[in-house]
């Protein structure tokens, strides 16, 4: 019995461990959230899911080193609703962010975004009007587009520097207008029409060098909120996969061990059926 609960001890500070990687992710898009994703409700279940697996873990530790199997048993009964959860989450996750993505554009390292290769849950919440005025002040405030300045000995980045670096989807869709609309670089967030406007995107005429408010009126910064969130979001959720398939099979430890602990209680040896096959009788004539 000591050996079982020892193992059950030793499983639920590992699975406390565990909580580390969630709870940290939470923390993570909750700091994404407040400086460049700009959506604050979106950490809470991870935060939650973390915080519920550390105190059941703890409260399965304390049943293991004191032999209360109420406790232990506790464990395995809430556990097995915050995996639930977590696997709900994880597939809430891919499914919003499912569709989607930037676009290539020639002679460009950077992507472009647009609102209409994005659909569904998350699309709608983003483009709300309620919610995008907050969101769009928040893009705003965080100074993200303010911070793409680069200089080379005092001078900004040529046009051609600019066109193959990296940019964030925050960056490329809020901070620049796009690139069909054939504005002329003059700096990272300085733009000025280039000739006729190519294509019907009303993002061309939406776009204001005003620094207040560049293309955060966009489309194209909706859709690089979203883009932003998908990759966030999928980040997280990798790590919430290789916890998930940890928790799931110490879960199975546990569960063993616990039941192997009411065996002994039972004074039941190890391997025991609890039915024996009744034999007929033999009367003799």
Known sequence: MRTSNNLIGLVNFITFLL??????????????????????????????????IMVVSLAGFAGACYGNKFLLWLYLFVMFFVIAALIGFIIFAYAVTDKGSGRFVMNRRYLDYYLGDYSGWLKDRVTDDGYWGQIRSCVRDSGVCRKMGRRLHGVPETPLMFNFR???PIESGCCKPPTECGYTYVNETVWIPGGDMIGPNPDCMLWNNDQRLLCYQCSSC?????????????????????VLIILVIFYVIAYAAYRNVKRMDNDEPAGEARMTKSHPSHFEI
């Open 19 to 52: 909580s580390i990687p969630i709870l940290g992710g939470g923390i993570w898009l909750s700091n994404r959230a407040n400086s460049t994703d700009c959506m604050r409700f979106l950490q809470w279940p991870l935060i939650v899911i973390g915080i519920s």
């Open 166 to 168: 990296r940019l964030s």
């Open 222 to 242: 909706k859709a690089g909120v979203l883009g932003s969130l998908k990759q966030s979001w999928r980040k997280v959720s990798v790590i919430n996969i290789v």
